[in-house]
């Protein structure tokens, strides 16, 4: 019998289109766990550079993910994540980027977002095959999401149907043991 892990090394790629598609497929929930202390989206970099000179957040912004939220809140759909918070000095500037100009925006349209310090994901290590970066929908299907060094996408595999419930009950435990994000992070984060 084939170990999970062994299942997974024979898994490809999964494409992006399906991917995708499972954002407009989803009937009731849709999870996401961040792990990177940052990530390299070349959309973002003029943004992220505007930040750290201390420039105000541009209206208009994430508007597609923004649209997205509200006509899912609309359908009453729930968009969760659950974002590791970094420890390392050199990613303080990305996370206060995403924290500031993007997840209190995305709060506002309906997107439940909750804190973890990153410390504390080696706890859940033994909890599935990979633990890393995944989108959930609908509690069935999964992605586990693949970036390089510097936090680029690569791309995504979906989870075997008899893997999914790990990530299920890997979703709940993170979701009730994270922080609620609010504007004060001090009790997880210290610029």
Known sequence: METPYELFAKLS??????????????KGSAFRLECLPSYSVEEEAEHFNAYKRGAPCPAGMNIEWLQFLKSAQSKKRIVQRVRL???YR??????GFEAEWGYKE???AGEQIKLLPSMHLSDYASHV??????????????YVIFYDLIGRFL???QVPDNLVQLYVALSKSLWSNSHTFDQDLSYVWKP
């Open 90 to 95: 050199q990613t303080v500037d990305y996370f």
């Open 129 to 142: 095959p990979i633990l890393q970066d995944y989108w959930l929908f609908d509690d069935a299907k999964c």
């Open 85 to 87: 918070v970094p420890e």
């Open 106 to 108: 995305s709060i506002l």
């Open 13 to 26: 790629v999964a494409p992006l289109a399906e991917f995708g598609a499972a954002f407009d497929e989803f």
């Open 155 to 157: 791309g995504t595999i």
